[in-house]
């Protein structure tokens, strides 16, 4: 049992802390309740305690008091990473490079671009998948402008673009579902004198190595290009979602079973490796506004004999 002595120390901490940061009244309040005919201070009722000899009684809140404060000042030193577990930066893993041609990283990588906003991570996706389809040929002309997201609001029609990627949105939704996307790509490739094939997959119900298969046959096709739509912070660890998003696929390491994505979202991520089996929860993770996402594969005709 703490001596009268020691508890009084420790109530003078406590009130020094209640002077200088007002923090402790409340906490105090919390732990040391009034009863009638006691002072309205929290101090002063444990100091009343001790002047009858009450020792006991003062103990216990200033033990609650004293496991509350160390709560609250390890919560308030916490750090939330950027990055969860699942989630391995291409900064700090990048052995796939030296033993794989990954083809489809190296196409797209000139061209990759942040999102202009929250929610234009469609756009810009789309932006890079038809610049690494058509800006990196031998004998492009230097009268060709790169695509820009801003030609591809211009462009697109099918589905109300521009209002969904806008602060304002459209009936309250930012963004677009797996099969507007589809719709934005296959409309971008056609606006632009781009023949392509566009394609999208839900994998609802379907295998992990289904999954797999077309993972593998994306990497080895020199040619077409995977835009995943998948909630980002069941990958990234980020808090407040569900956040549907969409960014390209940059790789595919089927040694690993892990994939690279070409995060859009570039004011806070840069490239990082997950699980395929972690991308495919993600994708088939169900959100009130998007409902499931997929992958949208983008081949451009008669690449794939090229």
């Given amino acids: ?109 000139p061209f990759y671009v942040p999102q202009s906003n929250d929610y234009s991570c469609s756009v810009a996706s789309i932006a890079m998948v038809l610049n690494a389809s058509t800006k990196g040929r031998a004998g492009c002309a230097d009268t060709e402008q790169n695509i820009t997201q801003d030609m591809l609001l211009k462009e697109i029609r099918g589905v109300p673009l521009q209002r969904l990627v806008s602060e304002e949105g459209y009936h309250g939704r930012h963004g677009l579902t797996l099969d507007e996307l589809r719709i934005a790509a296959g409309e971008a490739a056609s606006a632009l004198d781009v023949q392509a094939r566009v394609e999208a997959f839900s994998f609802q119900n379907r295998p992990l190595e289904e999954f797999r298969e077309i993972l593998r046959s994306n990497e080895e096709n020199p040619a077409d290009i995977l835009l995943a739509h998948f909630v980002q912070d069941d990958l990234t660890g980020a808090r407040g979602g569900p956040y549907a998003h969409i960014s390209p696929i940059g790789a595919y390491d089927s040694v690993t079973r892990r994939v690279l994505i070409l995060d859009v979202d570039r004011g806070w991520y840069s490239p990082y490796w997950v699980s395929d089996k972690d991308l495919l929860e993600a994708i088939n993770h169900a959100t009130k506004s998007y409902g499931v996402g997929g992958l949208v594969h983008f081949e451009p005709d008669g690449e794939r004999a090229r």
């Fill in 1 to 109: 049992m703490l001596k009268k002595a020691q508890i009084r120390r420790i109530l003078l901490v406590f009130t020094c802390w209640e002077q200088a940061t007002g923090l402790a009244p409340g906490l105090l309040h919390a732990v040391v309740p009034r009863r009638p005919g006691q002072p309205h201070s929290p101090i002063k009722i444990l100091d009343q305690r001790l002047n009858i000899g009450d020792c006991r009684a003062a103990v216990k809140p200033l033990l609650i008091l004293l496991l509350s404060a160390t709560l609250s000042a390890a919560n308030a030193g916490e750090v939330h990473l950027k990055y969860s577990p699942k989630a391995s930066p291409l900064i700090k893993d990048h052995g796939y490079f030296r033993r794989a041609a990954a083809v489809d990283f190296w196409r797209l990588m």
